[in-house]
């Protein structure tokens, strides 16, 4: 144990700190970030305080800079294959940073404060690595700590500070689709106690696929020493980007196989597509059928429909043109030798607008609640005439967001030894504020009809038919020419506040201990300002608001046993508090609804080797999202008396498995990492539902990925050239829809290679990453129905110079 064990929030700010006065020499700071032993990386995510991962009581895994660089990674999508257990979430409609940790929702942090929620398919930022020097993933709730909550964990990235050694560098890329940037990484002291930062990037891409990315950031620091024992920092951030989104990626066609007696795509025939007997659903002649019969694929219903390198991307959807704006005080008060006070208030406010598609269902054939090819869910004939692959039940939603928030952390620890023991008592507090200010627009194809309640058709929707997805035809002008109804028009507004305290013990340098305790409350309001008339009537006025509140005690327990100097074992219980809904209203009434909670369990090893060049852990999880509102079937509004219960409270989603994670220095010359889970996610939110019990959408059996370097002598260079390899494996991803046909769907597997080249010197570095190694064919994404197609085969190229 340390002299000082330093917040891990304090760290953040202090790690980049060189002390110039000779009064600060004498006290010892370790940074959190540094390379403890190459490998054996201290981390304080889980505990908020310095500790080593050889003594952390919970699944932490910390990526790097060197890994990061490596990679060349510019994004925290490119970043999940370092992490085990970090997945696309399912339903992707291809809009910003949509993770999940072990198939539940994650926590986006900056240096442990707000950074944007996953907000599934609406609106989402994506994070970018300009600023980032690490990155911390920490798997399971952890409320107490760090507020409102994600069920699966919290990925924190630690920003850049500035630094009292001069360091200034360019940086320019070059790579495939008209990619380049251009950026610039300064800081320096102005004075003996206070120095700056400035990080600035602007890059430009045509894209894979024509899904451009636009970005433009600029990163602002200021920290002053007042003392050796007082400091401060004011930090700022502004973001501009648009981002072409990709909503549909390449669908799967709705065939079902259950219709036709479990007869696959491959053998079905057209004396197979029977119409049907009742004349309730589209009936086609002979020949109509025989065609259907002939545009089938073996694979049709089961995986998507490839279009290689085109896609279904109307030219009305318009980029995510996502606008940030971060402020953050950041106070580090040593009080005493051992007490010890971080404080951290932000503010963030990120606008986001765009247009996107959100159907491109081709029906085939499909025997629905008894009634086959029931229209619009049925093969699009027109005159007549059948179009195969034409897309039924097109909408296209145009979204305005703002979301505002502030927040603020306090920390006090005070560090201490009785009976021999080493102990770290931690009181904090914390408080939440987010404003949600969401509009969403929508037009339909004529499949959208709507009558009032005199059967009256009162709107139908203006969009051409696509006939064709593989060569779509499509409609011409603007959003607003489509005659557009308002869907949602609502501010939402939610408030979390709690606190906490935790021990955490160092005993005898064999066993560490952890319990933390918090209360945590949420409050939840919804203003709804009322929709258009035509699109629902018994919504189009403004309803009541309807306010919810979660509270109650939140824990993590857990510890960690040292059996020697390179083996551990650790335990570790942890319950959270999540939001009950941040988007959309909530209704009901609220003493018949339960809290929403999150809870997970882990046993995990740790191991090091080669002289602490390597650490491996390996962990059994099993993680869920708790108290998940499902409908009662047996209630019939107006009917039911006060008996019934309109809702149950009791579904779940639960994530079963084992991670491993391996980061190894062996040598001089070799550097390895490999990372790998298995986990079952599981919908268990609806007994009365045919998805019970399932997989989860998008979240596969099985990931695993490695990254080797090594650092060749050759050619009588100065400095070794550094040749890296990867590959990174992906299982078989559910994309299974009963509603929609197609039980059985799914992205298949893949697996990917990847190589750099690397030269550097003290004063510039080159480097050559070429991804997609073989060039393969691959969904990288499972989306709504269907795959994003992964990247086809690409290059970049980096330079940087440091003065």
């Avoid at 144990?1 to 000779?22: D, R, V």
């Avoid at 119409?275 to 545009?295: F, I, M, P, V």
């Amino acid at each position: 144990m340390t002299t000082h064990k330093y917040s891990i929030l304090a760290l953040a700010c202090l790690s980049a700190f060189n002390a110039n006065a000779n009064d600060l020499d004498s006290v010892e700071r370790i940074t959190v970030y540094d390379k403890q032993n190459r490998v054996v990386l201290d981390s304080g995510l889980a505990t908020k305080s310095n500790m080593t991962l050889m003594e952390t009581p919970a699944p932490v895994v910390v990526v790097d800079q060197e890994l990061i660089n490596s990679q060349s990674a510019t994004n925290l999508q490119d970043l999940v294959r370092n992490i085990s257990g970090v997945t696309q979430a399912g339903n992707n409609y291809g809009i910003g940073d949509n993770l999940v940790i072990r198939g539940l929702g994650a926590n986006y942090t900056y240096d442990g404060m707000y950074g944007g929620a996953g907000l599934g398919n609406t609106f989402n930022p994506t994070r970018s690595m300009t600023n980032v020097e690490s990155v911390e993933v920490l798997k399971g709730p952890a409320t107490g700590l760090y507020g409102m909550g994600s069920a699966g964990g919290v990925i924190n990235l630690i920003e850049k500070k500035p630094q009292f050694t001069e360091k200034h560098t360019v940086n320019a890329e070059l790579g495939q689709w008209d990619s380049y940037s251009l950026g610039f990484d300064s800081t320096a002291a102005l004075t003996e106690n206070l120095a700056y930062r400035v990080n600035a990037k602007t890059a430009r891409s045509d894209g894979y696929r024509d899904l451009k990315d636009d970005r433009d950031e600029i990163y602002g620091a200021l920290k002053y020493v007042l003392s050796d024992k007082q400091d401060i920092m004011i930090s700022a951030a502004y973001i501009k980007d648009a981002i072409a989104v990709d909503s549909i990626g390449h669908p799967i066609r709705i065939f079902n196989s259950d219709s036709v007696h479990g007869k696959t795509a491959g053998e079905v025939t057209a004396a197979d597509l029977i119409n049907d007997a009742t004349a309730k659903g589209l009936q086609l002649t002979e020949q109509q059928r025989q065609q259907l019969a002939d545009s089938l694929a073996a694979n049709d219903g089961l995986t998507p429909y490839t279009f290689g390198h085109n896609g279904i991307i109307s030219p009305m959807a318009n980029d995510n043109e996502g606008e940030e704006l971060r402020f953050k005080l950041t106070h580090n008060y040593f009080i005493t030798d051992n007490l010890f006070l971080n404080q951290q208030l932000q503010y963030r406010n990120y606008e986001s607008s765009f247009a996107r598609q959100t159907g491109a269902y081709n029906y085939v054939y499909w025997n629905r609640n008894g009634v086959i090819n029931a229209d619009p869910r049925a093969p699009l004939v027109v005159d007549d005439v059948l179009y195969p692959f034409a897309a039924r039940r097109q909408e296209y939603r145009q979204v305005e967001a703002d979301e505002k928030s502030w927040q603020y952390f306090a920390d006090l620890r005070y560090d201490f030894s009785f009976a021999g023991i080493d102990n770290e008592l931690l009181v904090n507090a914390n408080y939440e504020d987010r404003d949600i200010r969401f509009k969403q627009y929508s037009i339909y194809d004529a499949d959208q009809v709507i009558k009032n309640k005199d059967g009256e058709v009162i709107y139908q929707g203006q969009l051409p038919y696509i006939f064709d997805i593989r060569n779509p035809n499509w409609g011409e002008g603007s959003f607003f020419d489509y005659d557009p109804l308002k869907t949602s028009d609502y501010n939402k507004k939610v408030q979390a506040w709690g606190v906490g305290i935790q021990h955490v013990a160092y005993i005898h340098d064999t066993f560490t201990t952890r319990v933390g305790v918090a209360f945590n409350r949420i409050k939840q309001s919804y203003q709804h300002f009322g929709v258009d008339a035509r699109y629902r009537a018994s919504a189009a006025e403004p309803t009541p608001e309807a306010d919810t509140s979660d509270s109650g005690m939140t824990y993590n327990l857990g510890a960690t046993y040292k059996l020697s100097d390179d083996i551990s074992f650790f335990v570790n219980h942890s319950k959270g508090r999540t939001a009950y809904s941040v988007l959309g209203s909530v209704s009901g009434n609220e003493a018949d609804r339960d809290d929403a909670e999150s809870v997970s369990n882990d046993i995990g090893m740790r191991v090091k080797a080669f002289d602490d060049q390597l650490l491996a852990s390996l962990v059994v999880f099993d993680s869920a999202r708790t108290n998940l509102e499902y409908a009662n079937p047996d209630y019939e509004a107006g009917v039911s008396d006060a008996s019934v219960p309109k809702s149950f409270y009791d579904g779940e989603e639960q994530t079963k498995g084992v991670e491993l994670d391996l980061n190894a220095d062996l040598n001089e010359q070799w550097k390895l990492n490999v990372n790998a889970v298995y986990q079952d996610a599981r919908d268990k939110k609806n007994p009365n539902s045919s998805s019970f019990d399932t997989r989860q959408k998008g979240v596969p059996y099985v990931t695993a990925s490695s990254w080797l370097s090594y650092d060749a002598k050759w050619f009588n260079l100065a400095e070794p050239l550094t040749i890296s390899a990867g590959v990174q494996y992906v299982d078989d991803r559910s994309t299974h829809s009963t509603s929609f046909g197609i039980p059985d769907g799914y992205v298949p597997s893949y697996t990917v290679y990847d190589a750099a080249i690397q030269y550097q010197t003290d004063d510039w570095k080159l480097q050559f990453n070429l991804n997609n190694l073989f060039n393969k064919t691959y969904y990288s994404k499972a989306m709504f129905l269907g795959g994003m197609p992964g990247e086809e085969r690409n290059a970049k190229l980096t330079f940087s110079y440091t003065l």
